[in-house]
């Protein structure tokens, strides 16, 4: 378990945090998705739903008290039951600070709890440095005993180098019984989601690891160094995207491109640009260097240089200087000139 977990809606890349945790849950078994929340319901209910896709089917349950991942899944437990009704369905169990998951790797996990017909299965990392997560222990058939957290971990437990990421999947009919026999006999006096590994396995069912492939999909988001990181990590994953979809780029690793941007192919963006918010790039335009834009609209072919923009819209072939600044609701004709204009 982690400590100190930021706010679901501490921004990466001009989205809240949670939203790419709900991007990877984009699947076609995910049929609904029941979000715990704590603190500020209100406000983070309103957010998601006016940001999530359309097809989340989301709902909201509220944790009052802070006792544990374990009293946590406790509570959300009525909203499952009823969104899986009569079916013999399984419950996906994913926490708000991974916002590198993929989608894929939740179709893997899901693909491989299925075949293995496991009553739970853990999606689990090796780790060079396990320091801050629980440790998985197997038992001698290879079916995880256990799952132990680092603060009551032994010496020895330590030492294991595969760690659990707190994304698992269990089957509903045996979540909830397992639920109830999970105690609070821990160093933080709390429901440990985790013990209910050792409570189907004890009871004879089918505990089973999914071992990632990349380890960096599970790393959490406790503090400012880890959360540059991960936004480090989405925005490489951001520029490829666009490259790969035939956006040109000078210079990627100087290049600063927000989730919600839209680029149409053949667009130049030359280096040190930064596009936040919802802009949108069309086919051939050329933006930057150091061009600063928010919320802005470029037309096809127009070329703007090293601008600083909020809310602007540039007509198709328009050109704008260096050095200009945009102000809030600025339209700029098609094939003005907006500025002493110098060819690149």
């Known amino acids: 378990m982690r400590s100190s977990r930021p706010?679901?809606?501490?921004?990466?890349?001009?989205?809240?945090?949670?939203?790419?945790?709900?991007?990877?849950?984009?699947?076609?078994?995910?049929?609904?998705?029941?979000?715990v929340v704590g603190h500020a319901r209100t406000w983070v209910e309103t957010s998601l739903k006016q940001r999530a896709r359309d097809d989340a089917h989301l709902s909201f349950v509220e944790q009052a008290e802070q006792l544990g991942t374990g009293h946590a899944v406790s509570v959300a437990m009525t909203s499952v039951s009823r969104e899986i009704g009569d079916t013999d369905g399984d419950v996906l169990i994913v926490p708000g600070d991974t916002p590198l998951?993929?989608?894929?790797?939740?179709g893997r996990l899901?693909?491989?709890?299925?075949?293995?017909?496991?009553a739970v299965t853990v999606l689990s990392a090796h780790l060079d440095d396990p320091s801050g997560y629980g440790r998985i222990i197997h038992a001698k058939d290879g079916a995880i005993a256990r799952i132990v957290e680092e603060r009551d971990a032994t010496h020895d437990e330590r030492a294991v180098h595969e760690v659990n990421t707190s994304i698992m999947v269990v089957r509903e009919s045996?979540?909830?019984?397992?639920?109830?026999?999970?105690?609070?006999?821990?160093?933080?006096?709390?429901?440990?989601?985790?013990?209910?590994?050792?409570?189907?396995?004890?009871?004879?069912h089918l505990t089973s690891a999914m071992e990632l492939e990349d380890p960096l999909e599970a790393v959490g988001v406790n503090d400012r160094a880890q959360l540059a990181h991960a936004e480090s990590v989405l925005?490489?994953?951001?520029?490829?995207?666009?490259?790969?979809?035939?956006?040109?780029?000078?210079?990627?690793?100087?290049?600063?491109?927000?989730?919600?941007?839209?680029?149409?192919?053949?667009?130049?963006?030359?280096?040190?640009?930064?596009?936040?918010?919802?802009?949108?790039?069309?086919?051939?335009?050329?933006?930057?260097?150091?061009?600063?834009?928010?919320?802005?609209?470029?037309?096809?072919?127009?070329?703007?240089?090293?601008?600083?923009a909020m809310g602007a819209h540039v007509g198709e072939g328009a050109r704008v200087s260096s050095y200009v600044v945009l102000e809030p609701g600025s339209k700029v004709a098609p094939g003005?000139?907006?500025?002493?204009?110098?060819e690149l």
């Open 110 to 118: 899901l693909e491989t709890h299925r075949e293995r017909q496991s």
């Open 174 to 204: 045996l979540l909830g019984p397992a639920l109830r026999r999970i105690g609070r006999q821990n160093s933080q006096n709390e429901y440990y989601l985790t013990d209910l590994v050792a409570v189907l396995h004890d009871s004879g």
């Open 101 to 106: 998951l993929r989608h894929e790797t939740i």
């Open 7 to 35: 706010k679901p809606l501490h921004h990466l890349c001009g989205r809240p945090m949670v939203l790419y945790i709900l991007d990877a849950l984009e699947h076609k078994e995910v049929v609904a998705t029941v979000v």
């Open 235 to 308: 925005r490489g994953r951001i520029n490829e995207h666009w490259m790969m979809s035939g956006v040109t780029m000078w210079d990627p690793s100087n290049t600063y491109i927000d989730a919600d941007v839209v680029i149409e192919p053949d667009v130049s963006l030359l280096p040190g640009t930064v596009l936040k918010g919802r802009c949108v790039i069309e086919r051939g335009a050329q933006v930057g260097p150091y061009a600063y834009l928010t919320d802005c609209h470029v037309g096809e072919n127009a070329v703007v240089a090293s601008v600083e």
């Open 336 to 342: 003005d000139v907006v500025g002493p204009f110098h």
